[in-house]
């Protein structure tokens, strides 16, 4: 069966650290997209891609990068840590035609 | 621009109550509704979808209507069970936002035995 994961599923890091958090899916989908989920605030879109080499930046992009080398796969990368950062992360996948998106089980990160 | 206003919560029930969660939204062009659900510790799950007005969207028991003259998708449920205990979130996509999803806040349901 097709499937989101993540990895890791619990991180702890220190401010200042490069962390990167890893998406890979199997649904052959074009689109994939990065969401934190805070207290009070939904989910809120980081960054997303359309198909290979093409990345945008969401609403809360700052101190997050991400690249799209194969269809498979969206790291999202934390240049530098901030206590800020805390919170829960989830990527997940579309295909263009139906607008569900398919979510992974999440990466809850904490930034000490 | 697009926007997701669900009921505030949380939302406690005792189990075989009627449920109502609701949904607004506003949107450009022509959206898609959703419901997602997100039991503890996993990821979100569509619940259910209606992509145009007067659709009615159903799963496990649950159903919304896409009203599109009071722009609403409210999720209803006859009787819950302890097992919905859950978050619920409503989301759109607009059809000019290029498989974007805009959720709103997310509503807590627990229902007690």
């Known amino acids: 069966d097709a499937e989101i994961t993540q990895s890791p599923r619990h991180k702890i890091t220190e401010t200042g650290r490069q962390v990167t958090l890893a998406c890979h899916q199997t649904?052959?989908?074009?689109?994939m997209f990065w969401y934190r989920q805070d207290l009070g605030h939904g989910l809120r879109l980081i960054h997303y891609?359309?198909?290979?080499?093409?990345?945008n930046k969401g609403e809360v992009s700052d101190g997050y990068s991400v690249s799209r080398s194969n269809t498979e796969d969206l790291p999202l990368t934390l240049e530098s840590a901030a206590s800020s950062q805390t919170s829960v992360y989830f990527c997940?996948?579309?295909?263009?035609?139906?607008?569900?998106?398919?979510f992974g089980p999440g990466t809850r990160l904490l930034v000490l | 621009g697009n926007s997701v206003t669900q009921m505030e919560g949380p939302v406690t029930l005792s189990e075989e109550a009627f449920l109502t969660i609701n949904c607004m939204y506003t949107?450009?062009?022509?959206?898609?509704l959703f419901w997602y659900v997100q039991y503890p510790g996993e990821g979100l799950q569509l619940l259910l979808k209606?992509?145009?007005?007067?659709d009615k969207g159903s799963n496990k028991g649950f159903e919304a209507t896409y009203r599109k003259e009071t722009t609403s998708f409210h999720l209803e449920k006859g009787s819950v069970q302890v097992s919905d205990s859950a978050v619920y979130f409503c989301?759109?996509?607009?059809?000019?936002?290029?498989?974007?999803?805009?959720f709103g806040q997310g509503t807590i349901l627990t229902v007690h035995p």
């Open positions: 989301a759109l996509d607009s059809g000019t936002s290029y498989g974007k999803l805009t």
């Open positions: 949107a450009t062009g022509y959206p898609s």
């Open positions: 209606a992509t145009k007005a007067d």
């Open positions: 997940a996948s579309s295909d263009s035609s139906s607008g569900t998106q398919y």
């Open positions: 649904w052959n989908h074009n689109n």
């Open positions: 891609s359309y198909g290979v080499q093409d990345t």
